[in-house]
């Protein structure tokens, strides 16, 4: 069992792809259920592309981390970034679900998706980064 890992992250999509590695070998070494690894994934892929693409002036000085631990029987993870400060959940803006598709702004849908898939969430301003946790019952987990 590992009960904590951090991944720290470069500024670029492409650690995307070595973080979700990351939540597969935690999930693993946790025995996550499968709907938990996918959660997790589809929030960070939706958090931190929107950190990266839209979070800094210039990427040369980005830092970004991901913290995953198990306590409680939830899973929490912390994704830090010290770009502008941006609450995602207060101010990105809500997406209209009543549009037919074709009549819906590029993007918006991320936040909701973020929303739906975890048990809480918040955003805090610490120390220069954006903080923002996330929390998922491990016996809800289960259905991506």
């Not at 999930?27 to 938990?36: K, M, Q, R, S, T």
């Amino acid at each position: 069992m590992t009960e904590k890992v951090e991944v720290p992250l470069a500024a670029d999509l492409g650690e995307l792809s070595r973080l979700a590695e990351a939540v597969e070998d935690f999930g693993g070494a946790n025995d996550l259920p499968p709907g938990a690894v996918f959660k997790l994934n589809l929030c960070f892929d939706e958090l931190i592309t929107n950190a990266i693409s839209y979070g800094f002036d210039t990427l040369d000085q980005a830092a970004l981390s991901v913290v995953l631990a198990i306590r409680d029987g939830e899973v929490v993870a912390v994704i830090r970034d010290n770009g502008r400060p941006f609450d995602p959940f207060t101010e990105a803006p809500d997406a209209d679900t009543t549009l037919r598709v074709e009549d819906r702004p590029v993007g918006g849908l991320g936040v909701l998706l973020v929303r739906e898939s975890m048990d809480d969430f918040s955003y805090e301003r610490r120390d220069g980064f954006n903080v923002v946790t996330l929390r998922l019952k491990l016996d809800r987990a289960e259905s991506p």
